[in-house]
């Protein structure tokens, strides 16, 4: 089950007690100018992104038997299967700090603030001396036109967009609960979460038989168990991290899209582009919560990229939004900026040039089937491992050699990379940037791609502009610049 609020992303049972109240005390830690940034209304308020329209293309693999009941029919066997052995092997092939980490990224602020959630856990993105700035800013009040806009719970972009809707109609059971539903439940889980009542039996048939999965073709995931925070790296307090597979509002929720995803792309690209500086850094670590999900057996790759999809639909719309941009996202990024150098005495760009990069190893070294190790050690390789956690090495189902499909408003989401250039000339840096076509999830149709817009790419581009205005990009992985005429 889930709960709806207005104004505030839908949150699974367990993590939703206090919401309202934490929306109170999030909006009386406002400056005046937050607090009416908060309450104003703007067009893209009501012009939210139909994730179920967005996300179509999921029919093509799996189609549910339109009572969300976790049941339906498999359309394609190959995809599937290819979903359900890349998370096997992320789930078992994931280092023990990896496993920590996605606890982490799992949590939801608690309703005496002594949590956290992912628009604070991605601040390991900016760096080692920016981050935990960040944290900072955000417990303690410093940073509210930031914390309004980004907070996973009811920020007005954190929070833009619910998957309840999607993940009911697409009606996807989740890889760690059973294919067979004669299995045992689990001590401690929640009754709405028996096997007889909640199981992936639609899928039993492509899975018998197969490596990933047990003799009845249940997958071979591993729960993660719960564990205590006391690192205080996110929070002064200690916070009690669970997974929640036996709540009634995980297991009986669908896997597709991922809300978690959803939620820490909306953080993500929110992030990323009132910090363009470090944009490539941030989408990167926006990748990582996304996979991390896999890494406790509770999605697969799909839900991912299906995740990164809403993420980008919902900020793009917010960027769209002059008002929205001009009284809220702007604002945001000047108190970031004027934050950042009162506390090191320095420009964003000498701090980032002297500081510790993000780094990420999640599989220690080992190499994923038909994919790599997804280290994470620098800007280029950053970009790398989020193009790879874009597609997941899945095969091309759709229609090869499309002509580029940029989403309309989507170039908006460069306005503070590439703030010299105008709006046809960023249409074509995410053109000229962005995946072929074909991979899962690539239904362009008449709107645009959202599968394929590469915003590491993008936002790492060095754009060389000619004379007659047409802009072309020369090298991705570095820092976004232009260059040519002036």
């Known amino acids: 089950m889930t709960i709806k609020t207005p104004g505030l992303r839908s949150l699974p049972r367990a993590r939703r007690v206090g919401v309202s109240v934490l929306a109170a005390a999030s909006l009386a830690l406002a400056v005046p100018s937050a607090a009416s940034a908060a309450t104003t209304t703007y067009p893209s308020d009501s012009a939210a992104p139909d994730l179920v329209s967005l996300l179509y293309g999921y029919n093509s693999y799996w189609v549910s038997s339109g009572v969300n009941d976790l049941h339906g029919t498999v359309k394609n066997a190959a995809v599937l299967g290819r979903d359900d052995a890349l998370t096997v092997w992320i789930n078992q092939n994931a280092t023990t700090a990896q496993r920590f980490k996605a606890l982490q990224d799992s949590e939801y602020q608690t309703t005496d603030g002594t949590a956290y959630d992912q ?87 492509i899975r018998v038989g197969q490596s ?124 970031l900026l004027s934050y950042f150098k009162k506390a090191t005495g320095r420009s964003l760009i000498q701090v980032i040039g002297s500081q510790k990069a993000y780094t990420s190893n999640p599989y220690g070294g080992k190499k994923m089937p038909g994919g790599s190790a997804q280290v994470v050690t620098d800007r280029k390789s950053a970009v790398s491992v989020y193009r790879e956690r874009m597609t997941y090495g899945f095969a091309r189902t759709g229609t090869k050699h499309q002509a580029a499909s940029v989403p309309a408003g989507a170039e908006n989401l460069l306005l503070t990379a590439f703030p010299t250039l105008t709006k046809a000339q960023r249409v074509s840096v995410l053109a000229q940037t962005e995946i072929a076509s074909g991979y899962p999830l690539d239904t362009a149709g008449t709107s645009g791609s959202w599968e394929r817009l590469n915003l590491a790419a993008a936002t790492s581009a060095t754009v060389k502009l000619g004379r007659d205005g047409k802009v072309r990009v020369v090298s991705t992985g570095g820092t976004a610049k232009v260059i040519g005429r002036r």
């Open 119 to 205: 628009s604070i856990t991605v601040s390991t993105a900016l760096g080692s001396v920016l981050g935990p700035l960040y944290v900072k800013g955000r417990t303690s009040g410093a940073l509210p036109l930031t914390s309004a806009v980004i907070n996973s719970s009811n920020g007005t972009a954190g929070a833009y967009v619910s998957t309840s809707t999607a993940k009911a109609a697409f009606s996807h059971p989740r890889p760690y609960l059973p294919s067979d539903a004669t299995a045992s439940a689990v001590s401690g889980d929640a009754a709405e979460c028996a096997p007889s009542t909640v199981n992936g039996s639609s899928q039993q048939a």
């Open 212 to 335: 990933y999965a047990d003799a009845k073709g249940n997958l071979k995931i591993t729960r993660v168990a719960p564990v205590t925070d006391t690192t205080h790296q996110f929070s002064s307090s200690d916070v009690t991290l669970d997974a929640g597979y036996g709540t009634s509002g995980i297991c009986t929720g669908g896997s597709f899209p991922s809300g978690h995803t959803t939620t820490a792309y909306e953080a993500g690209i929110t992030l990323a582009t009132l910090l363009p500086e470090l944009a490539p850094e941030i989408l990167a670590r926006a990748s990582e919560a996304g996979n991390n999900r896999i890494v406790l057996g509770v999605h697969y790759p799909l839900d991912i990229m299906g995740g990164r999809m809403d993420g980008e639909a919902a900020l793009a719309a917010r960027w769209s939004d002059e008002a929205y941009r001009t009284e809220v996202l702007e604002p945001a990024r000047k108190e």
